[in-house]
């Protein structure tokens, strides 16, 4: 043993930029598909440096792709009143509000206010609570798909990429038999990404500054959608050691997931803007992802052509635009 101490530990680390192109061909051929190249609107009113340089992204990947995209720097005073100007504008396609803004309730209040079908991110209530309720189509017909929000979907497209997802098993059971840890609970990210991951069958270990919760869809996944539970007992510390999948995103260079509590072989996700992974992950984990801000925005972009199509779809077809939600009765096709 002693003589290999010194070779080089096998893990893989995988870059956004690899995962989004593969993603980006997808996109490409949706684009072919509608009659213009959909306007993308982004309101900056945060002050939060992060949201600007994302905000600049979003700009350019939307332009090399083919998309247009305005920015609209408002007071955030003036903010509801620029949004709503923008749903009513019909050359507008999607909408992007960038946070924080008020970093209060207000933020929430705020998306409220953007329409529900030019809502490119799914923070709208709707899209919010068919996700938590595992409800997949806006219509009956199941010909309009809900929108997801673009951080957790994206960490689930990096899944399937990984073959996370396993293909044998049926589509909306795929990750049974995972345990994974996602650390961060915040209403835009970790509790969406927990949900979601469970509702495709994962056992999900939702960590946050407070406190330790899971979400399952419970023994042999009977349930249809996932519930949450509680116990003290619960810690980072003691969940890590049983986690295959360690998903983090907390804000800050202070936190740092402790590696030596990795279990052997684990696939390591940071979506934080800060390295939530020391280098050393590399010697326990088999697979590393340091950054997935590049597969996101290519999200986006299929989440603003999802929205673009499903307004034609809805055309003359009112049933799927009012509030009318199925359950998820059977397997769909890919999310
Ligand atoms: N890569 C991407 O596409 C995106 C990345 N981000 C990044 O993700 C990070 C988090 O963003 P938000 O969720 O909006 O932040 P937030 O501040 O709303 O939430 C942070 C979460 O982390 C938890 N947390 C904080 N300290 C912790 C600790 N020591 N131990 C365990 N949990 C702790 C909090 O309880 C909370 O649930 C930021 O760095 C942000 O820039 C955000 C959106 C998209
Ligand atoms: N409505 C809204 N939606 C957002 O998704 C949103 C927002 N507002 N406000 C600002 C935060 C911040 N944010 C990040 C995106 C990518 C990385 C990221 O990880 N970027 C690089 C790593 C760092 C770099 O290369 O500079 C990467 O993934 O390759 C971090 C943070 C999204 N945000």
Request: glycine share 8%; proline share 5%; hydrophobic share 40%.
């Amino acid at each position: 043993m002693a003589a290999n101490a010194d070779a080089p530990a096998n893990c893989k680390v995988v870059l956004a930029g690899g995962i989004a192109k593969r993603l980006l061909v997808e996109v490409a051929e949706g684009l072919e598909q509608v009659s213009k190249p959909p306007l993308l609107v982004g309101f900056l009113s945060s002050t939060d440096p992060a949201a600007r340089i994302y905000a600049d992204w979003t700009g350019r990947t939307c332009r090399e792709n083919g998309f247009e995209f305005q920015l609209r720097e408002v007071d955030r005073e003036e903010l509801e009143d620029a949004i709503m100007a923008a749903n009513n504008d019909d050359s507008v396609d999607g909408i992007m509000v960038y946070y924080p803004i008020f970093g209060t309730g207000q933020d929430r209040y705020i998306q409220q206010t953007v329409d529900v079908s030019k809502d490119v991110e799914g923070l709208t209530d709707r899209y919010v609570r068919n996700m938590y309720h595992n409800v997949r189509f806006l219509d009956e017909e199941k010909q309009c798909k809900s929108v997801l929000p673009c951080t957790p979907l994206a960490v689930v497209k990096i899944l399937e990429y990984l073959q996370i997802y396993n293909t044998f098993l049926p589509y909306g059971n795929r990750l049974h038999g995972h345990t994974i840890t996602v650390i961060n609970r915040s209403e835009v990210v970790g509790r969406p990404l927990a949900a979601l991951l469970a509702n495709d069958g994962a056992c999900v270990y939702s960590v946050d500054i407070g406190n330790v919760q899971q979400f399952t869809r419970g023994a042999g996944l009977r349930e249809k959608k996932h519930k949450v539970m509680d116990d003290p007992k619960w810690t980072l510390e003691n969940r890590l050691p049983l986690s295959d999948v360690v998903i983090s995103g907390v804000p800050g260079d202070k936190f740092k997931v402790p590696v030596h509590l990795l279990r052997e072989g684990a696939v390591c996700i940071n979506f934080s803007s800060e390295k939530n992974f020391d280098p050393e992950v590399k010697q326990k984990a088999s697979i590393y992802v340091p950054a997935i801000g590049k597969v996101t925005i290519v999200v986006l972009l299929r989440n603003l052509l999802r929205i673009v199509q499903n307004r034609k779809d809805t055309q003359g077809h009112p049933a799927a635009a009012v509030e009318k939600n199925g359950t998820l009765e059977q397997a769909a096709p890919g999310p």
